[in-house]
Structure formats: C-alpha cells, structure tokens
C-alpha cells in the first residue's frame, strides 16, 4: 500500500501527523513530510486514520 500527498492542497494542519506520527511530520516551516510512503499492513490503520482526518483531502491510499 502507498499514501499519496497532493502538495498544493496540503496546508500543514498536522491533524495527519497526530493520527499517524510513523508514517509523516510536520518539518520545522509547517510542510508535511512523509517518512514512508510505503507501508504494509501493519500500519494501514494509521495511514487510513491520517486520510480521513485530513480537512482538505490532501492524502489518499494508492
């Protein structure tokens, strides 16, 4: 499974980060940072959890 940021929507909430702090980051100018793109099933509850808190739905599952 593969979690797909879309850059331009993304306005650095940290919502995402909260709910899945394994997979992304804020950096230190508020840009979020994901730190694995890819994830197995192991995480996929946090990676589904991060998309659905997103409020501009700037993160999908691929």
Not at 1 to 7: K, N, S
Not at 10 to 24: D, S
Not at 38 to 57: I, K, N, Q, S, Y
Request: hydrophobic share 45%; glycine share 6%.
């Amino acid at each position: 499974m593969r979690i797909v940021l879309d850059r331009p929507r993304c306005e650095g909430h940290g919502l995402c980060e909260e709910a899945a702090p394994q997979l992304m980051h804020l950096d230190d100018d508020g840009e979020l940072v994901l730190d694995r793109e890819e994830f197995g099933e192991t995480d996929a509850t946090l990676a589904h959890a991060a998309v659905r808190v997103c409020p501009v739905a700037a993160l999908r599952i691929a």
